[in-house]
């Protein structure tokens, strides 16, 4: 099975704050990753797929990048409704598997 | 609009049986596979199983593996895991959500919908 590693597990920041979390898979996958956020008690919330395209009615200032084995997921401007734990994910063979999460607080 | 709506969770005892259903609405659901995705209490998502547009391949986490079956019947939009032998560590909130396919040449957004989850507990 593929191996997704994040990080960090968890870090606190400021609304504003640009904030980046990385995403490693253990062997290549191409663009076929993905970054959901999820808040407590609620289903994850698609934000990015193919490592870099938007899903509809996410705000601009999320944004992914990556290929390959290395990827990141960016939040230019951290808004007081991203304060959330994001998952990465790779879609390119099954066993789909998942990072461990990366918890965003507020500081 | 799309829904997944599951249902069949609840308390079992080590050892027992539960089957779990999801019933899908708004979207052509014979046209994509899905998958089944949990996450125990207080950990990360994990995901358990998949299958097909027709149903034809299955797919499995090595956790479940020999325990768990997936189905579905599309003429009645419906996803299924029956679950064997339930763990401790089985315990968690099941989740359906629509999976990554291609089909004539056109490939479909992954995990672009989600149920809102059933718990499963499995505790004597």
Known sequence: ??????????????????????????????????????NPGKA???????????????????????????????????QSEDFATYYCQQYYSYPRTFGQGTKVEIK | EVQLLESGGGLVQPGGSLRLSCAASGFTFSSYAMSWVRQAPGKGLEWVSGISDSGDTTYYADSVKGRFTISRDNSKNTLYLQMNSLRAEDTAVYYCAKDYSCSGGTCYIPFDYWGQGTLVTVSS
Do not use: E
């Not at chain 1, 934000?47 to 944004?63: D, E, K, N, Y």
């Open chain 1, 44 to 78: 994850p919330k698609l934000l990015i797929f193919a490592a870099s395209t938007l899903q509809s009615g996410v705000p601009s200032r999320f944004s992914g990048s990556g290929s390959g084995t290395d990827f990141t997921l960016t939040i230019s401007c951290l």
């Open chain 1, 1 to 38: 099975a593929i191996r997704m590693t994040q990080s960090p597990s968890s870090f606190s920041a400021s609304t504003g704050d640009r904030v980046t979390i990385t995403c490693r898979a253990s062997q290549g996958i191409s663009s076929y990753l993905a970054w959901y956020q999820q």
